[in-house]
């Protein structure tokens, strides 16, 4: 049997959940929990086995599953596995399933609520799934909408304006995709005498250096909205603090990742040359992205919008990493990828557990929770660990690749690199010790340290913090084959096209 | 043989290795969840290091049989690969030499007795689990450091003991200060863990390699600049972890710890590490004078700056703190003379005697309901003899007072100093080498610290008692680990300082740095020997002089030097300095930056494309009229645009 239908499966099978769900009366929220939860994990196991069934030797397209849609438009549903899709659709099964766990605090409308994470879950998964460019690109757009939805209606005060913020900061990035996207099919036809979508197809097209800087800009600028890089950041912070906090794991944790992937899928084979002359920009808005999102975090009252702009630094490395278009970076961008999924991901949920007990985000109106919710207290230490990247918590990795790899392309880009070590650890402490050191603030009433709902969100989480601290090969090993084949595709072209 | 007694040799390092991981583990989880078992936390925890303790003894043993075949003898274990991508691959790999052998046991010995009395110190405390857990995770954490086999599992232990340090320092956490210590020791010590992360990755994209053999054997290839950027880069981590100038700012904040923390972390162990770490690399420092030159520089200047500032404090542990960094500025005027085996030497015995200081104060501490003040201390010799005379013997060991394990190590290391001025010669300052220059810096440092310990021991101990309430001798948990403290600060160098000599052979670079008995012969050294001798009675008898006999007359000096008095005991005002010249400017930028570029800047850009769009499509909404003159006019205009295109 061919096993692509398992990746089909997994990317329908959220799907099918909303045609249940949609079937359940809105009241019966017991049932409605039950039974997304039931699916969210059935679509866990069936990442799982994905990545039991992947073979990480080799670097070619795995599981791939084919349907000629519109043959005669050379649009095929066609979706696949490799080492770069591969840990980011499990993140994504894995960070949804806890999103539907955390759900039961959902006050009102569970069940649009669960929909809206379902349609949200599925559209990520195609998205990394996609192997034609069409698939990708609606994929990609039908994320918006979930998402808009999430922050529109269950957010906090602000929400209508972050929701539409959002929704117009990538909706302008993705119309001009969308033309980008075209105009390659159609360069597919001049070429190769058929239209086609398949973006493997694209490998092998001959650009011209001005095609490829056009597009490559078209292309980086929808990706780097979605990082977000800076300068186009600004939607994040305004989105986290008014999203839920299911909505603002899964933005941090998987959205975001969308940009760099794109970047590695698209950018970096498609328009090698004009990406090996362009790599600088990238370098530079990445380490000042670093550099700028840590000294945001530092100055930042509410505590959403310090790990939001935490996160256009962490991100910053990630981008560095690509950039720098070495093994060390690439793969310790992929690994930080999903490092930051886990612990940026957790940090919302703890930020949500916090607001739910008293619903306030502002850093001022906590303090001493460490004596009053030692348990939570625990686990938060943990994660921020995580973030500043202590060795044998899985930040550590990821950053020492990346950085490798940003002295390998430049000590200069190393060396800005590094003070994001420094600055990490200053902005995250700062929060910790304010929130949770120094005598208890006396509006914070004694509340209830967890519940079980709370440890089986948390125990997972920070048992992969762990994990892939003292074992990243689970993801390195699944990701070198593929990174290096892109690397050595990529020098190869660029030797090609310098002979003649 | 040993070996086939025990367990083979990789499992019995893993195991001495994991056994207070595990105790950690089961204290924070198991012990934390009853009152009950509270007292069991510390109990178990002091066993698992007693029992890596034991396991490292025999390793040792098993080590010696391996030395007397062959020189450069190592036991290995390896547990499995960590990071394998492209160039980088990094294995679980631990070593044990003559080095961290030595390292282990001081880690292990001291650790369990320091753990052994924090159940006297801690007896009262609620979250004893957690200290005690915290206590063994720094123990495992600074095993990795020194038995690891390549400089990124070393910085594993490096950044792991940090972290206990940060978890330490802040366990009273209820007190915003003492979490503000803990965060103020993590961020400076990353600051320096930056330039480790530098200089480790300058030797790994010129070697290819981070494991020391291997290290060690290309070295020699690279080019003398890189050498000396990486050693250099390398160094700015040492200088973080052990205090040294300019980043010594977190040490005498990190007191805010309880006092076995201090006697165990910010004494004996972890802020040794910046100097085993230069150590495990002098093969690299060796080839890099230069950078030498400025570690002993740098020490000698940090020795002498830490001592004035420990002349005038009155608060006991400060002046320990104070006392540490200046003892630590010893051990890397060791090293920047290239004699790596006399630091660690230095390292040993302070750390006994250091140790056991810190102890006592604590003891002093508890018994005087936590006070810290050494102005209501006095005559505490008759409420607390034991611990008066471990505090003496240990004072006497500082002191560098002749056969006191402190008189062998710091002599030896002073006569290093003057002796290996080859390494240092380069460098002269008018008629005087480098060498001699810092001998006699180090030489005057000695003879202040034998004045400003003369000074804590007359200020606590004698005189009258000017604290409020009883004082009581402590209880024997406390007192017995202070009293083998103290034995060992006495008779350790003269029983034990051969063999660790011999042990340390590799990293000695010449005959210059033999143990004392060997150079009994030496008409030079004899010389040099009786003047430090000198100059550690007589700073004693300095300090009882005149805090003891003429307390009037100094106060009356103090008076007279108002102004220089003033800026010792603040320190300088280093801390008020690095405040107003880094850390609130960087705020002041990051707070603009927000405010200008984040939110005016770009956010105005977007919102007024915005409005703008806004703008436009009202008056675009008429060319979607249904009005037919208004199509017309589109459509033709589209056209000519078109056909312009086409054209064109």
């Known amino acids: 049997m061919n096993s692509g239908i398992f990746t089909l499966l997994t990317l329908t099978l959220p799907i099918l959940a909303v045609l249940i769900i949609y079937f359940i009366p809105r009241t019966a929220l017991k049932t409605l929990y039950v039974i997304a939860n039931v699916f969210f994990a059935l679509d866990l196991l069936l990442a799982l086995l994905l990545w039991y069934l992947y073979v990480p030797e080799s670097s070619s397209l795995q599981l791939r599953y084919q349907y000629a849609w519109l043959p005669d438009f050379g649009i095929s549903f066609s979706l696949g596995l490799d080492g770069l899709s591969l840990p980011l659709v499990l993140l994504t099964s894995f960070l949804t399933l806890l999103v539907g766990i955390h759900s039961r605090s959902v006050s009102t409308g569970l069940k649009g609520y669960l929909i809206c994470v379902l349609l949200l879950q599925a559209a990520m998964l195609g998205a990394f799934l996609a192997m034609d460019a069409l698939i990708f690109y609606m994929f990609w757009e039908s994320m918006l909408v979930p998402m808009f939805f999430l922050i529109g209606v269950w957010g906090s005060s602000r929400r209508v304006y972050a929701a539409m913020k959002f929704f117009i900061y990538t909706a302008v990035g993705g119309l001009p995709l969308l033309a980008g996207i075209l105009y390659l099919a159609y360069l597919c036809l001049q070429q190769q005498n058929q239209v086609s979508f398949a973006i493997t197809d694209w490998y092998n097209l001959n650009l011209s250096p001005n095609e490829q800087v056009v597009l490559l800009a078209i292309f980086t600028f929808a990706f780097a909205i979605k990082i977000p890089a800076f300068p186009l950041h600004t939607w994040l912070p305004d989105a ?7 909505a603002s794991v899964i933005l941090a944790g998987v959205l975001l990742k969308l940009g760099l992937y794109g970047l590695i899928r698209f950018c970096l084979p498609i328009f090698t040359e004009a990406f090996a002359g362009y790599a600088w920009v990238l370098v530079i808005l990445a380490t000042l992205g670093i550099v700028y999102g840590a000294f945001m975090a530092w100055v930042q009252k ?8 935490s996160s256009v630094s962490h991100l910053g490395f990630c981008l560095l990493g690509v950039a720098s278009l070495t093994t060390e970076g690439v793969n310790g961008a992929i690994l930080q990828m999903v490092n930051h999924g886990i612990t940026t991901g957790a940090l919302f949920f703890i930020v949500g557990a916090l607001y739910e007990r008293y619903h306030t985000r502002l850093i001022a109106d906590y303090g001493g929770l460490a004596g009053t919710l030692p348990r939570l207290s625990m686990f938060t230490l943990i994660f921020t660990l995580g973030a500043i990247g202590l060795p044998l918590t899985n930040g550590f990795v990821g950053e020492f690749l990346i950085i490798v790899g940003a002295f390998e392309w430049q000590a200069v880009a190393g060396l800005v690199s590094v003070s994001g070590v420094i600055l990490g650890a200053i902005y995250m402490l700062s929060w910790y010790r304010r929130c949770f050191y120094g005598t208890p603030a006396n509006t914070l009433a004694q509340k209830n340290d967890f519940v079980l709902r709370e440890y089986l969100v948390f125990i997972p989480l920070a048992i992969l913090v762990f994990v892939l601290g003292v074992y990243p090969n689970l993801i390195l090993s699944r990701t070198t084959a593929t990174a290096e084949s892109y690397l050595k595709d990529f020098d190869r072209v660029l030797q090609e096209r310098k002979m003649p | 043989m040993l070996e086939s007694l025990a367990m083979p040799v990789e499992k019995q390092i893993i195991a001495a290795l994991l056994l207070p991981l595990f105790s950690a583990v089961i204290s924070y989880f198991a012990f934390n969840s009853h009152k009950k078992l509270h007292v069991l936390s510390g109990w178990v925890a002091s066993a698992s290091v007693f029992g890596s303790f034991i396991l490292f003894l025999i390793l040792f043993y098993t080590l010696r049989l391996g030395l007397a075949q062959e020189v450069n003898a190592i036991l290995n274990s390896d547990l499995g690969s960590w990071i394998n991508v492209g160039l980088v691959q990094i294995d679980f790999m631990l070593r044990i030499d003559g080095l961290s052998a030595v390292m282990s046991l001081l880690v292990t010995g001291v650790g369990f007795l320091i753990h052994v009395y924090a159940n006297g110190y801690m007896a009262k405390d609620e979250n004893r689990p957690r200290f005690f857990a915290y206590l063994n995770l720094f123990i495992f954490a600074m095993l990795i450091l020194v038995l690891a086999d390549n400089l990124l599992l070393l910085f594993v232990g490096w950044e792991g003991v940090g972290l206990c340090s940060y978890l330490l320092i802040g366990f009273w956490h209820k007190d915003m200060n003492n979490a503000q210590a803990g965060q103020k020791a993590f961020v400076v010590n990353r600051i320096g863990d930056a330039g480790f992360i530098v200089g480790m990755i300058t030797l790994f994209l010129a070697t290819g ?8 054997s ?21 200088i973080g972890k052990s205090a040294q100038l300019p980043l010594f700012v977190w040490l005498p904040d990190a007191m805010a710890g309880p006092t076995p923390v201090s006697a165990l972390i910010h004494a004996a162990t972890m802020v040794t590490a910046g100097i085993y770490l230069i150590c495990r690399l002098s093969f690299l ?49 060791a090293l920047g003379a290239g004699a790596y085996s006399n630091a660690i030497y230095h390292v040993i015995t302070h750390a006994f005697f250091k140790a056991c200081l810190f102890m006592c104060a604590g003891s002093v501490i508890n018994a005087c309901h936590h006070e810290q003040d050494m102005r209501h201390y006095g005559g505490l010799w008759k409420k607390m003899p034991c611990t008066f005379a471990c505090y003496l013997v240990a004072v006497l060991a500082i002191a560098g007072v002749p056969w006191t394990s402190g008189f062998y190590s710091k002599d030896a290391l002073l006569w290093t100093v003057f002796s290996e001025g080859d390494i240092l010669s380069f460098l002269h300052l008018g008629d005087y080498s480098l060498a001699v220059l810092i001998y006699y810096l180090g030489l005057f440092t ?15 101990f004698f005189g009258q008692y000017r604290g409020h309430g009883e004082v009581k001798e402590s209880s024997a948990v406390m007192v017995v680990p202070i009293a083998i403290l103290a034995s060992l600060s006495y008779f350790f160098a003269s029983r034990y300082g051969d063999i660790l ?9 010449s005959d210059m740095q033999l143990s004392h008995h060997l150079l009994a012969e030496n008409p030079v050294f004899k010389e040099r020997e009786h003047l430090s001798m000198f100059v550690a009675l007589g700073g004693l008898a300095l300090a009882l002089t005149f805090f003891w006999y003429l307390p009037k007359v100094t106060q009356a000096v103090a008076k007279v030097f108002a102004w220089p008095h003033k800026l010792l005991s603040h320190k300088y005002y280093i801390d008020e300095i690095y405040n107003w010249v880094i850390v609130e400017p960087l705020r002041f930028v ?43 006019l589109t459509m033709s205009t589209a056209l000519i645009l078109f056909l312009f295109w086409l054209l064109w």
């Open chain 2, 285 to 333: 420092y060796t080839l890099a004078p230069s950078v030498l030159a400025l570690i002993a520089i740098i020490g000698a200047l940090t020795a002498f700056f830490a001592a004035t500032i420990a002349l005038v404090q009155n608060d006991i542990k400060k002046v320990l703190a104070y006392s540490t960094i200046s003892q630590l500025g010893f051990m890397f005027m």
């Open chain 2, 209 to 216: 390699t981070l494991s020391f053999s291997q290290l060690q």
């Open chain 1, 302 to 309: 509410d505590m959403k919008k310090l790990i939001a702009y």
């Open chain 2, 590 to 632: 990051a707070g603009a930056l927000f405010k200008v570029i984040d939110r005016a800047l770009i956010e105005g850009l977007v919102n007024g494309s915005g409005a703008l769009v806004l703008v436009l499509s009202r008056r675009a909404r008429v060319l979607q009229s249904s009005m037919l003159s208004s199509n017309v």
């Open chain 2, 218 to 238: 290309l070295a020699v290839s690279l080019s003398p600049e890189l050498v000396a950027l990486a050693a250099l880069c390398l160094f700015i981590g040492a």
């Open chain 2, 501 to 509: 000599m011999e042990l340390l052979y590799p990293w000695t670079r």
């Open chain 1, 240 to 246: 986290h603090v008014e999203a839920p906090a299911g």
């Open chain 2, 446 to 460: 000695a003879l202040l610290t034998a004045i400003y310990m003369g000074r804590s021991l007359v200020m606590t």
